[in-house]
Every structure is written in structure tokens, then in C-alpha cells.
């Protein structure tokens, strides 16, 4: 872990967006970080850039 917190933060970030996408999509947590990391494999991201944008409303899960 680095000592600045910016894993921290990031963690927060793609656990906010897990919700905010169970939410959207209708599914549990766990279907959500799967439809999340299937995102970012597909358009080539990692996962804190998939879910920057889900936070950032640029990206809907419904």
C-alpha cells in the first residue's frame, strides 16, 4: 500500500462505483465489479479509470 493513500483512495472510488452500477444494473455487488473489470478489459482501462467515470456519470450500467 502506498503511504500517500492514493490506494485508499482509489479503493473508495471503485467501491463507490460497484454501488453505484449494482444500483443501475439491478445486480449484487459482486455482478457489479465483474460487469466493472469486464469494462475495463474490453475498452483497454484499468479499473479505477471505469470507475472515475461511473462517478463522474460518464458511465451507465442500464
Known amino acids: 500500500m502506498e503511504s500517500n493513500g492514493s490506494s ?12 453505484m452500477v449494482s444500483v443501475q444494473a439491478g445486480c449484487s ?15 483497454e482501462e484499468t479499473l479505477e479509470a471505469v470507475a472515475k467515470e461511473v462517478v463522474n456519470h460518464n458511465v451507465r450500467f442500464d
Do not use: P
Open 8 to 19: 485508499i483512495g482509489n479503493s473508495a472510488r471503485v467501491y463507490q462505483a460497484q454501488g
Open 29 to 43: 455487488m459482486d455482478e457489479a465489479l465483474a460487469l466493472m473489470i469486464k469494462t475495463a478489459q474490453v475498452t
